[in-house]
């Protein structure tokens, strides 16, 4: 083949190339804006200064299940019992820990403010499955409530937060009752004459994963398809090699999303669960925020958890009952923002959560 030749056929290849590129970006302009907004989300920096505004109590063991059943927890100086929140790291339940970044970015900026923080470690899908790494979190609340005059914080005031798989966490925390997913002892429950409650006075989800049935099919809803989230999330996928599991999900929960019936979609949903305890959940003070060009979580996710809570009611199907606006409630999604977008924990985006929580509990 002459070199003309070769130079027609790789024009024609360049050409192709370039028509279907333009095709693919006009066909799915959805996710072609999300992929960019993802490429060119800007970092923060972390301030890892000393703190020396209170007690710190790091390590702290609060169950002796597992090794991993430990947390770090930070009062400020005070003369009266302030709030605490609790925070539940993400990672897809198979990586980070109790000092990932987001859960930095909310202890640091938080007991600067006067809140109590206790940032929670629990057991990933490498060393147990569903429900441990949940009743290892609601171990942890029972564990700071029993312990609320030891370390001087106000045990009726606990404000449990959590992002991405740690707002599943966080969530199924609230919403289940005191004899559900209660498997794990705290330490020293045992000597206890009474029972200690691990309900909160307000839930805080960021970009949580809520519904994994629906995890894929809401994306393709949004026009963004498989091959762009699977690129995405790719750093997930490492965890997965010899498991036997194809995604993180089913890993984590032992069992094939796709093959779920309607009693496992109970079992694992969150809206069940609020809608079983209606009584004690309406009352909840509830935050959601979610970035729209998150490509881990879609935000139809936390759309169909918001609904839940203002209805009270649950489907099956993913479907939702639309409810009234309730004061106690309330979702914000974040245009052009990414999963875990660190625009979100910018002392400015913070200050608005802080004085949402004031107004509630300071």
């Known amino acids: 083949m002459t070199?003309?030749?070769?130079?027609?056929?790789?024009?024609?290849?360049?050409?192709?190339?370039i028509v279907v590129a333009a095709v693919l970006c006009l066909t799915h302009l959805n996710a072609v804006?999300?992929?960019?907004?993802?490429?060119?989300?800007?970092?923060?920096?972390?301030?890892?200064?000393e703190w020396t505004g209170g007690a710190?109590?790091?390590?702290v063991q609060y169950a002796d299940v597992s090794e991993s059943d430990y947390l770090h927890l930070y009062v400020p100086d005070s003369e009266e019992p302030m709030p605490l929140i609790i925070i539940v790291h993400g990672g897809g339940f198979v990586c980070n820990d109790c000092e990932s970044r987001q859960a930095q970015?909310?202890?640091?900026?938080?007991?600067?403010?006067?809140?109590?923080c206790a940032t929670v470690n629990y057991r990933l899908a490498q060393e147990d499955g569903f429900p441990a790494a949940l009743e290892d979190v609601k171990a942890a609340v029972r564990y700071l409530r029993a312990n609320a005059e030891t370390y001087g914080y106000d045990p009726d005031c606990f404000i449990i937060w959590g992002e991405s798989a740690g707002g599943y966490l966080a969530t199924m925390a609230a919403v289940t009752n005191d004899d559900e997913f209660t498997g794990v002892s705290f330490i020293g429950e045992d000597e206890l004459a009474e029972p200690v409650?691990?309900?909160?006075?307000?839930?805080?989800?960021?970009?949580?994963?809520?519904d994994f049935p629906f995890a894929d099919s809401d994306f393709r809803s949004q026009g963004i398809?498989?091959?762009?989230?699977?690129?995405?999330?790719?750093?997930?996928?490492?965890?997965?090699?010899?498991?036997?599991?194809?995604?993180?999900?089913?890993?984590?929960?032992?069992?094939?999303?796709?093959?779920?019936?309607?009693?496992?979609?109970?079992?694992y949903s969150a809206r069940y669960y609020i809608a079983e305890n209606w009584d004690y959940v309406q009352n909840m003070d509830v935050v959601i925020w979610h970035g729209l060009s998150d490509i881990t979580v879609a935000e139809p996710q936390s759309e169909r958890l918001y609904q839940a809570f203002l209805s009270g009611t649950y489907q099956a199907d993913g479907s939702?009952?639309?409810?009234?606006?309730?004061?106690?409630?309330?979702?914000?999604?974040?245009?052009?923002?990414?999963?875990?977008?660190?625009?979100?924990f910018t002392d400015e985006s913070l200050s608005t959560l802080l004085a949402h929580l004031n107004a509630r509990f300071g």
């Open 3 to 17: 070199l003309r030749k070769i130079g027609k056929v790789l024009s024609i290849v360049l050409l192709t190339l």
């Open 33 to 49: 804006k999300a992929v960019w907004d993802n490429l060119t989300a800007p970092t923060i920096e972390l301030d890892t200064s």
């Open 56 to 59: 710190s109590y790091e390590g």
């Open 105 to 116: 970015f909310i202890y640091r900026y938080f007991r600067q403010q006067g809140y109590a």
């Open 197 to 210: 409650s691990a309900q909160v006075s307000c839930l805080i989800d960021f970009y949580g994963i809520i």
């Open 225 to 267: 398809p498989t091959v762009v989230t699977g690129i995405a999330n790719s750093w997930a996928f490492s965890a997965l090699s010899g498991t036997g599991y194809d995604s993180w999900e089913d890993y984590w929960l032992r069992a094939v999303v796709a093959d779920f019936t309607e009693e496992d979609y109970a079992l």
């Open 320 to 344: 939702w009952s639309e409810g009234e606006a309730r004061d106690n409630v309330t979702f914000q999604t974040f245009e052009g923002y990414m999963h875990a977008d660190e625009r979100l």
